[in-house]
């Protein structure tokens, strides 16, 4: 069998393998079991997005948990980080997430949190899967595991999303918000659980697109996959707003819209954060973890505050490993995960970044767009490629010729990264130069030759 465990926990199509309904219950059965090893008393919170179908995943997880003696509690809709937050705060001996993110409504995912609100390393994920993969056996008769009743999960999902929004509150209690007016895209996801009361209880004034889900809109058109949709709606205020706000699938990423309508992503965030931090000597050795995806410009930008970066691989819980390893208080992805270890936050919290980067800007004084003008992008193109295997790219003869004329070429004045995502059968191609033209050439070169190699 193949791996379950991708970059982001288990993804797939809904219904099918690795998410049909036999599966789910062996991962919630397996996962009882080994924290039912370790606590006799065990427990465990789920979340879900909005998809259709979080809710049958959760519940048969759910199922799964207890049938290995875990008691278990479901906090609703809710953010990914909201999760995290509530996993720490109560003490609960695992934290689960039902969702796929940014991926259209037909996919959907399962992610984990230890005890300690931090998502499970590489190596544990590699130990639970060989558990599941018993579990799996073991199920081989069962027709359809039973899925425990919603009167079985414990109550509370109301009472747990109003403390995990009183936290996000407090970390910005006393600021001033009363100058700004927002507008704020939650993409039809969990998002629209929590966005509108936590900016209200800010006393923010905010107007709210896509918080209608129906199980099949999340992601779709909106929210922060197509950020160019809300700055187009900033723009169309003609003044009206101060700042757009967008969020993905479940809210662990925010993208921004400066009051032109010109979008403001996860690097110009870092830019803005890192500047306010090591201001008030909150930036850990003036130093901040990105991606091999950021930009070169974030990198000048930041050498003439005086700030290091370092680069991880990409995701979220790359940066992070990265940022425990070294002590870092401040890192993030392009795609605008932002990991803020000042505070007590184990993982990115798209609503904590909007809440931090609207306090800057009402502290300060200066607009979005004032607080990021100096950063000059480099040229940067990242291709998907649609792929139906994902063969190291060694293995790629024509790939490889491509990818080491484009580092000639640049020769050091530009980057070329192609990687494989993690959670979907995508090759990624990045290309960095100082000019449209040679960055165009270079992503049409190598993005060709994976296509021809091995396109899906």
């Keep these: ?74 906090a609703g809709i809710i953010t990914t980080p909201g999760v995290a937050s509530l996993t720490r705060s109560r003490r609960f001996s695992a934290g689960i997430v039902v969702s796929a993110s940014h991926n259209p409504w037909q996919d959907n995912g399962i992610k984990v949190f230890g005890a300690d609100g931090y998502k499970l390393s590489d190596g544990l994920e590699h130990e639970i899967e060989a558990d599941i993969f018993a579990h799996i056996g073991q199920l081989a008769e069962v027709a359809s595991p039973h899925m425990v009743p919603a009167s079985e999960i414990l109550p509370g999902e109301a009472s747990l ?66 950020p160019e949709h809300l700055a187009q709606a900033v723009a169309a205020g003609k003044g009206k707003y101060d700042v757009g706000v967008t969020f993905d699938g479940d809210a662990d990423r925010a993208l921004f819209a400066d009051a032109s309508g010109r979008v403001v992503n996860g690097d110009a965030v870092l830019l803005l954060a890192a500047r306010d931090m090591k201001s008030h000597a909150r930036l850990h050795g003036d130093t901040i973890v990105a991606t091999t ?39 993030g992805e392009q795609s605008g995960h932002i990991l803020f270890r000042d505070i007590d936050s184990t993982t990115g919290d798209g609503i904590l970044t909007a809440l931090r980067v609207m306090e800057v800007m009402v502290r300060t004084g200066n607009p979005l767009a004032g607080l990021v003008a100096d950063m000059q992008v480099f040229p940067q193109e990242i291709r998907n490629v649609h792929v139906r295997e994902k063969a190291p790219f060694e293995q790629l003869p024509e790939v490889m010729h491509a990818i080491r004329a484009a580092e000639r070429d640049l020769d050091g004045n530009g980057r070329v990264v192609v990687r494989y995502s993690g959670t ?8 960095e130069a100082e000019s449209e033209q040679m960055m165009r050439r270079h992503t049409d070169a190598i993005a060709n030759a994976i296509q021809q190699a091995i396109g899906g």
Excluded at 7 to 28: H, K, N, Q, S
Excluded at 301 to 323: F, N, Q, T, W
Excluded at 424 to 431: D, G, H, N, Q, T
Aim: glycine share 12%; hydrophobic share 45%.
């Design 293 to 331: 995806m950021s930009n070169m410009g974030l990198e000048t930008a930041l050498k003439r505050s005086g700030i290091g970066m370092l680069r991880a691989p990409v995701g979220d819980k790359y940066v992070l490993e990265e940022m425990l390893r070294t002590g870092a208080t401040l890192g």
């Design 424 to 431: 979907e059968k995508l090759a990624r191609v990045m290309i």
């Design 1 to 74: 069998m193949r791996q379950l465990f991708g970059t982001d926990g288990i993804r797939a199509v809904a219904g099918e393998y690795p998410l049909d309904a036999r599966t789910v219950f062996a991962v919630g059965r397996a996962l009882g079991q080994r924290l039912s090893a370790r606590d006799g008393a065990a427990s465990a919170v789920i979340g879900q997005d909005t998809r259709e179908s979080s809710a049958w995943i959760s519940s048969t997880l759910a199922a799964g948990l207890q049938a290995a003696q875990v008691r278990v509690a479901s």
């Design 161 to 226: 999303r109003e403390q995990y929004a009183q936290w996000l509150a407090d970390f910005v209690h006393g600021a001033d918000f009363s100058s700004l007016h927002v507008l704020v895209d939650c993409a039809n996801g969990a998002a629209s659980a929590i966005a509108p009361p936590v900016f209200g209880h800010c006393g923010i004034s905010a107007e709210f697109l896509n918080v209608r889900p129906d199980g099949r809109n999340i992601n779709a058109g909106c929210g922060a996959l197509y």
